[in-house]
Each structure stands twice: as structure tokens, then as C-alpha cells.
């Protein structure tokens, strides 16, 4: 009975993309640890702005403008 | 000192069931394990889209569509 | 769906207590949002020591000796 | 830089099986969103004893005796 | 290689004031525990109403209309 | 009354060190947004493996082997 939790910077993550992320998740905990696909659950996070997340003490939106 | 998140979809949960919410677990706590009310928190997270939230390898906006 | 993670010191929470909050939440969800039991996660931590858990800026440890 | 948590019960996953599920995930967000996976990290929690973790308002260890 | 998650209501935090706490948390891990800065990741989540965080068993926006 | 999560692996952060931590995150956020310490909540999680924790793709445990 997974939870799983992706934490993405909100850079346009398309409904299809969420698909293919749930999906493959999924498939990943089943082929690994043998879980059961029904009782696993995947939540998405794709509402962080790039000023709202930082790396090496900056923000993303600071890393982003150096070319990083 | 108990901390409490909640995660829900993003269908129209309204003011007075957070209300409800919050003194509902927060009196459980309570009851339960003796703990004093003015030190937990509760957040409701109940931004998620059902495009976001996975189960069963598909994401909650599918399953609705399923009926189930 | 609902997803809910409990984080509680790990001051003695039996078995028991713990099924009491498992399913007073699980109800809470159901009799306030009409959530589907089925489909509700309950997470409970409990594995945290008082050193690490922090509130006005003191640990809990510290908190507890002064009585409070 | 995506953050994934991974939360599973504590029933024997082995070092072999964390690092399938980390460089499974990882080539999964470079897959899909095209993610640098330098700056992607993933937390796996394993430490969740059954009697912490409930679905359908029952604890996992009571679920499992009634061979679901 | 931390993981900090900073939560607060929505009440206005500025840019400017992002990056203070991005730094600030970064310096801190360094100073006390010797992390390195570049793999230091900070989330801050200012997305929650004041609806939606309970404190003693009510929301804050309910806590804030009595002045405390 | 913002609530902020330190996770670190378990490589042996003393109960000085949190309580460093625990008072220094408490502080930045009276000292950047004017929180009040009496309701800043901090739980520090150190209990992660270095086994179950992933950057760019392999175990924290590899990384270390390679001397990064």
C-alpha cells in the first residue's frame, strides 16, 4: 500500500505527462517490492514556483537565470 | 504536540467542514491519546486536482470517469 | 481519497490507540466529506523523539522539564 | 529538481530493491518531464510498522490477517 | 544532503523574503552540521489559506478575529 | 505559525546540534516574516539510511563510496 509523493517546480507538467508519472510509479513498486497497484497512491505536486524552491541557498529562479 | 495533514482532492470543500475537520481530529487526539489541544496542528492540503492524485496506476480524474 | 499523516512524539502510543485514531479519522473523513473509506490512507509516525520536535524554539525535551 | 518520497511498510525491502526504486524513479522524471537527474533526490520511508498505517479505517496488520 | 519544507499560511511573503529564508535555513545546516550548500534542498509552502490550518482546535483565521 | 521539516540522514546529529537547528529556523522566521516562536513547530527527521536516500540516481551510501 504505497504513497508516493513527486515534488516538481509548476514548469508545465502536461495531463498527460501526470499519466505517465502515475503510471510509471506505479509499475515501478510492483515490479520491485511485488505492490499491489490497486492500494498504491501517487500524489503530485506541481504547484512550487521556481521562487519558492531553492538549491544551494538560491532560489530555483535565481539558478534557472545562470543557465544552470 | 501532534501535527496533522490532510490531503484531499480539489472538489469543494467548504469553510465550515475545515471547521469540523479541524476540531474533529483535534478532539480525537484529545480523547485518544490525552493530548492537549492548544499545541496540535492541523493542515488541510485540499489543492490537489484529480488529474494529480493517482490510484491504481491511473489518476482520479480517470477512475471517476469509471464510475467508481 | 483522502491521505492523512499523523506525527505524534514517541511517548507510548499502544496498538490500540493507534486502531482508535485509524479509524476515528477514517470516520471523521467519511461523516464530514462523505470520503469513502476504502480509498482513506491513515499514516501514523511515531517514531520521533522529543529532542527533535521543537516549539518555541526549545525541544520538547526542554519543554517538558519546565512542566509545561 | 524534483523531490520524491516514497513511503512503504516495514516489511524487508533490501539495499538492492532501494537502489531499483531510485534510479527507477529518477530515469522516470528524466523520461517524462526531462528532469536533470543530478538534482533529483528521493526519500525512501520504510520504517512504518503495519499498525501505523491504515486503509478502510482498519490498521494494514488487521487487513493482512484477513488475507487481502 | 537535507530536505527542509517550510510551511506558513498565505499571508504575503515576498520574493525578498524567500530568499532570506532559502539562505538563511542553507547557512544553518552548514554552521551546525557541516552540509554542503549545493545539494541543500529548501521548499517553502505558502499556498495554505488560513482556512485550512487549525490550531487548538480551530482555524487561524478564527484564532486571528480574537487577536491572539 | 509556520511548521518546518529538517530531514537529514542518520549520521549522527547530536541532541546540541537539533537543539541548534531547532532554535536557529525558529529565529529566521521571527527574524525574515515575524512569526511568533510561541507557535513555530520543527521536526527534525534523522532517522533516513543513507541506503534510502537518492541523488542522481544512486544511493547517498554510493555517492559517499566515490568520495563526492
Not at 495531463?15 to 511485488?34: A, C, H, N, P, R
Not at 498504491?40 to 532560489?59: A, L
Request: proline share 3%; glycine share 10%.
Amino acid at each position: 500500500m504505497p504513497y508516493v509523493n513527486i515534488r516538481i517546480t509548476d514548469e508545465g507538467c502536461t495531463t498527460e505527462q501526470k499519466k505517465q508519472l502515475i503510471s510509471g510509479v506505479t509499475d515501478l513498486l510492483e515490479d520491485v517490492l511485488g505492490k499491489n497497484p490497486k492500494t498504491t497512491f501517487v500524489i503530485i505536486d506541481d504547484h512550487t514556483s521556481t521562487d519558492n524552491w531553492g538549491i544551494g541557498g538560491e532560489t530555483v529562479t535565481e539558478v534557472r537565470k545562470k543557465g544552470v
